[in-house]
């Protein structure tokens, strides 16, 4: 797994390689909390993250609620459709705004 942070424009983009799972979540959650504490437009890029489990909704949950507190917003780019229809399933979908690529990301968060 690995977590790289960059800025494009004021935003924070956080892109995640590798799967997301009970071994990785916690470094992902963990980088991508202290990268975002006073942000309030992330954009999450995992078009290269080829598997998501619950540890990783989890992670994904706990930043959502993080940027929330601040009416923030986050933006996932290059979701896999197998990934979707996890989320899809769990409800997870709806918090999240989607986008194929990061400059639709950067649209779309505003």
């Given at each position: 797994m690995?977590?790289t ?6 935003i ?23 990268a ?8 999450i890029?995992?078009?290269k ?10 992670a994904?949950?706990i ?22 229809d996890?989320?899809?399933n ?5 918090f999240f705004?989607?986008?194929d ?10």
């Amino acid at each position: 797994m690995n977590v790289t942070i960059k800025k494009v424009n004021d935003i924070t983009v956080i892109e995640a390689e590798g799967n997301i799972d009970s071994r990785t979540a916690g470094e992902f959650e963990k980088k991508a909390v202290e990268a975002t504490t006073d942000e309030d437009k992330i954009i999450i890029d995992l078009s290269k993250v080829e598997f998501l489990s619950s540890a990783g909704l989890r992670a994904l949950l706990i930043l959502y609620r993080q940027v929330k507190a601040r009416n923030g917003k986050i933006v996932l780019v290059g979701v896999s459709e197998e990934i979707q229809d996890v989320m899809e399933n769990t409800g997870f979908i709806n918090f999240f705004i989607l986008a194929d690529q990061i400059d639709d990301g950067v649209k779309a968060i505003g």
